[in-house]
C-alpha cells in the first residue's frame, strides 16, 4: 500500500475534498471509509492512498466506534495501522547507535494526553475561553476576529506589538499611516467627491480617523495591554496541566540511554522537562538562574534548550535576573487551587516586575529576550554535532525562518548529516526539500527522510528500532529521489 499525491483516482479526491468541506456527517464518512478500506486498486498498489485520509481517520476514531459494530471498527483500524508514510532509506538508520539531536515544535505537545492546541488551533481556544470572563474588551476582540475571520495567533500578536511599539513613538506612527494610506494625520482632511464602491471600507476608515477623539491613541494602547495579558493567563492555564505524550516519553528515553544528548524546543510547555523527570535523567538548560547554583559540566546530562523560554522561567527586566520554579509544584499548586500562576510577579531583588520568559508567537521572532539569545547559538552547536536531526511537529513556517536556516547552514557543513522530519503534514517534507534544494548548492533530496503520522505512535515505533526491522516490508516504496 502506497500513500502519496501523484496516482489518485478523481473519485478518491472528489471524497476527500466534499469531507474536507464539511458536505458530509459522520454515518457517512464512515462509509465513505469502508469504501477506501475496499478498494482494491488502493491495495494493490495501481492507486495511492491521499494522506488526507489519514487525518479524516484519526478526527473521526471516535464516530467509528460508536456507530459500527466491532468487526467494522477493526477492519477499519487494522487497515490505517498499516498505513505508515515513511521513506524506504529509514531502514539505514539504527536509532542505537545514531548520534541525534531533537527539534520540537508545538505539533509535538499537540497528542493526547498533552493536548496543547498549535499555532492554528490556539487563538479561536484562546477566545472562546476568553468569552466566558464576561469582559467586554475580550468579547469585542473575539467577535472582530470572527467577523473578519482571523484565526492566526502570530497574526493578532504580531499587529499588537506593532500598535504597541508605534503607539510608543509618534513619529513611526505618522510614518505608517502616511506609508499605508498616503495621508498625514495631523493634515488638513478633503473627502474625495468620489469614490470606487470597492473603497467604501477605507473611506470610511479615514472618516473614523478624522472625528476620533484626542487620546485615543493612549486608551486604545492601554486596552491592548491589558487584553494581551488576559490572553497570556489563558494560554498559560491552558499549558500548565500538559501532562507529557508517548512522543516526549520515548525521546526521554532515549536520551536517558545516550550521553550528552540534546533536545531543542520552541515550545514553552513542561511537557519535555516532567518527561525527562520520570525517567530520572539529569538535564540542564543552559541558562543562569539567580535562584540555581550554577551546574557543574557533568558530561552525561542531557541538554535542553528551550529557545522561546519556559513556563517555569521569570525574568525582571529591571535587574535582568531569571528565576526558575519548581514546574511540579508550580502545576500542583495551580490545579488544587493553593496559588494562582503568576502572569506578573515582584522581583525579589530589586522590586521590579517579573514577567514569564516566554517569546510570543509573533510572525517576527527577531526580538527574543537578553537571556534568550544565548541559546542560539547553543543550538546551533547542538545540531552540528548530531549525525541525524529528528524534527517534530515543527512546520518551518516563515516565523520561524531562522530555525529553517540552522538547520539549512548544519546540513550544509555536514554532508553526511540527514533530516528526519515527524509530522502529520504530508507535505512539509517536499516543502523543506524544496527549500534546501533552493539554498544548499547540488544537494541530495534523500537527505531529508519523511516519517509522516501521529507522533506520539510514530516516534516511539522508529526510536525502537521497529522501522529498521521491518523497513524490507512494502510499506511505502517511494522516496525523495522521485521528487
Wanted: aromatic share 8%.
Amino acid at each position: 500500500m502506497k500513500v502519496g499525491t501523484k496516482i489518485i483516482s478523481r473519485q478518491q479526491l472528489r471524497y476527500l475534498e466534499r469531507i474536507q468541506e464539511g458536505r458530509y456527517s459522520s454515518p457517512e464518512i464512515v462509509d465513505i471509509l469502508l469504501k477506501i478500506v475496499d478498494d482494491d486498486d488502493i491495495l494493490e498498489d495501481r492507486e495511492e492512498l491521499h494522506p488526507g485520509w489519514i487525518e479524516i481517520f484519526e478526527n473521526n476514531i471516535d464516530s467509528i466506534k460508536k456507530i459500527q459494530p466491532p468487526i467494522i471498527w477493526e477492519k477499519i483500524n487494522s487497515f490505517f495501522d498499516k498505513v505508515v508514510s515513511l521513506d524506504s532509506n529509514i531502514k539505514d538508520i539504527d536509532p542505537k547507535s545514531t548520534t541525534m539531536s531533537f527539534l520540537l515544535g508545538a505539533g509535538a505537545s499537540n497528542p493526547d494526553p498533552s493536548n496543547i492546541p498549535t499555532v492554528k488551533q490556539l487563538l479561536p481556544q484562546l477566545l472562546e475561553r476568553g468569552r466566558r470572563l464576561d469582559r467586554d474588551d475580550v468579547t469585542r476582540l473575539a467577535d472582530f476576529c470572527d467577523s473578519r475571520k482571523i484565526d492566526n495567533i502570530e497574526d493578532l500578536l504580531t499587529a499588537a506589538q506593532l500598535a504597541t511599539f508605534s503607539s510608543r513613538n509618534p513619529t513611526i506612527l505618522k510614518l505608517m499611516n502616511f506609508l499605508l494610506y498616503r495621508e498625514d494625520i495631523e493634515g488638513p482632511y478633503e473627502e474625495p467627491r468620489y469614490y470606487r464602491p470597492w473603497e467604501a471600507e477605507r473611506l470610511e476608515m479615514r472618516r473614523i480617523r478624522k472625528f476620533r477623539e484626542p487620546g485615543a491613541e493612549l486608551s486604545s494602547v492601554a486596552f491592548l495591554q491589558d487584553t494581551l495579558q488576559v490572553l497570556f493567563g489563558l494560554l498559560s492555564s491552558t499549558m500548565l496541566p500538559a501532562k507529557p505524550n508517548n512522543a516526549h516519553k520515548s525521546i526521554a528515553e532515549y536520551a536517558k540511554s545516550h550521553v550528552r544528548s540534546s533536545i531543542v524546543t520552541t515550545n514553552y510547555d513542561c511537557c519535555m522537562d516532567l518527561a525527562l523527570g520520570e525517567v530520572h535523567k539529569d538535564f540542564f538548560y543552559q541558562v543562569d538562574f539567580s535562584n540555581v547554583s550554577k551546574p557543574q559540566p557533568i558530561s552525561d546530562k542531557t541538554i535542553l534548550i528551550k529557545l522561546h523560554g519556559s513556563l517555569n522561567w521569570f525574568y525582571c527586566e529591571t535587574c535582568q535576573e531569571i528565576q526558575l520554579v519548581n514546574i511540579e509544584q508550580m502545576v500542583d499548586s495551580f490545579q488544587n487551587d493553593r496559588c494562582p500562576y503568576p502572569v506578573i510577579g515582584i522581583c525579589r531583588d530589586c522590586g521590579g516586575q517579573r514577567r514569564g520568559l516566554q517569546v510570543p508567537p509573533l510572525a517576527m521572532k527577531f526580538d527574543l529576550g537578553p537571556p534568550l539569545t544565548r541559546l542560539m547559538s547553543e543550538a546551533t552547536i547542538s545540531f552540528e554535532k548530531a549525525q541525524l536531526i529528528v524534527v517534530v511537529g515543527f512546520s518551518f513556517a516563515e516565523a520561524d525562518i531562522y530555525i529553517s536556516r540552522m538547520l539549512s547552514k548544519s546540513m550544509q557543513s555536514s554532508p553526511n548529516q540527514k533530516l528526519l522530519i515527524v509530522d502529520p503534514d504530508y507535505n512539509v517534507v517536499d516543502r523543506v526539500r524544496r527549500k534546501f534544494k533552493a539554498s544548499i548548492p547540488n544537494f541530495d533530496a534523500t537527505r531529508i527522510i519523511k516519517l509522516a503520522g501521529n507522533c506520539s505512535d510514530i516516534l516511539p515505533r522508529f526510536l525502537s528500532g521497529e522501522f529498521l526491522k521491518v523497513a524490507s516490508e512494502p510499506i511505502n516504496k517511494e522516496s525523495a529521489s522521485e521528487e
